[in-house]
């Protein structure tokens, strides 16, 4: 007997719960903000819509479907299923977020903040769910499926990410290692370099880091759109030494090709989207390769 449908209300803790849990009560919150110029009352109702928008999602799922809730840093210890239909309550950020723990289920994004969000990820209202849930099962609504960046290392591990995936040293050290990117034609060129990271990317992801990237170093690469099976990626602040150089530090990765970094430091990290909590520690002489992954995301539209 198959289990019924799962909806997983994905939410973050709020502003103003981040204030009570720093300063215990409201009263104290007021004090600390009002000390530095801002209003309590704009906190206090931006979270009322939250929990609204919560409260309306949780209604509207079907009476015999299941109910999960899931807090954005417990993502990482959360079981999804494949039956789950994943709801993500809050800003674009958080689809994000949740993507990399996905592997093909179905997901809404719910906009608490109309107008405060750009609304490319989370794209309805929160009374949309009635429809949207069943819907997202039946396939009567169109599902996008966007393009994902994977990074694995030599040893198998694995991380996702639906924006970008960031290669470099923990804090603001210098990254050193060995990269190396397929070249015109079938070549694959080689280089020792020193630098600030490297940042790879998809579609999703060009609105963001990737772009500004991008745009100051006036890159020939073409950005990619958000279901564009095609990554691009940038070398931050490659330093030129006798041992170093500067020849490889922006490029396009199509679906059959893999961007390889090998370390050449103590310790360096790889994470996705900006969860700096949950890393890839590569020590020297570790590999790791980054290319398009075979999930996507599947973003209901």
């Not at 849990?21 to 009322?48: K, M, N």
């Not at 694959?188 to 990237?213: D, F, N, P, Y």
């Not at 170093?217 to 602040?237: G, M, T």
Request: charged share 25%.
């Amino acid at each position: 007997m198959s289990l019924a449908p799962r909806a997983v209300l994905v939410h973050r803790t709020s502003e103003y719960e981040e204030l009570l849990t720093r300063h215990g009560t409201h009263g104290q919150a007021e004090f600390f903000l009002s000390s530095r110029g801002r209003d309590i009352r704009e906190v206090a109702e931006r979270h009322q819509r939250v929990l609204r928008a919560l409260a309306d999602v949780s209604a509207a799922v079907p009476s015999q479907w299941r109910q999960a809730r899931v807090e954005r840093a417990d993502l990482d210890r959360f079981l999804f299923a494949p039956e789950d239909v994943v709801v993500v309550v809050g800003q674009d950020g958080l689809v994000a977020n949740a993507a990399k723990y996905l592997s093909g289920q179905p997901v809404i994004g719910i906009d608490t903040e109309p107008g405060r969000n750009p609304g490319v990820l989370v794209r309805h209202r929160p009374d949309a769910a009635a429809a949207l849930l069943p819907a997202a099962l039946t396939r009567d609504r169109g599902v996008e499926e966007l393009t994902m960046v994977e990074a694995v290392t030599d040893d198998d591990q694995r991380l996702l990410a639906l924006n970008e995936i960031y290669l470099g040293a923990p804090g603001h050290q210098t990254a050193r290692y060995r990269i190396a990117a397929a070249a015109a034609g079938s070549a694959t060129e080689v280089e020792a370099q020193a630098s600030s990271g490297v940042l790879i990317g998809t579609g999703t992801g060009a609105t963001g880091w990737l772009r500004s990237l991008w745009l100051q170093r006036e890159s020939p690469c073409a950005l990619p759109s958000r279901a564009d099976p095609r990554l691009v990626w940038f070398v931050r602040e490659a330093w030129p030494s006798p041992v170093t150089g500067t020849s490889l530090v922006d490029g396009e990765l199509s679906r059959s090709q893999r961007l390889r970094i090998t370390v050449e430091s103590d310790r360096l990290v790889a994470f996705g989207d900006g969860m700096e909590g949950d890393t890839l520690e590569l020590t020297w002489g570790q590999s790791v390769s980054v290319g398009v992954a075979d999930t996507a995301l599947r973003l209901v539209g």
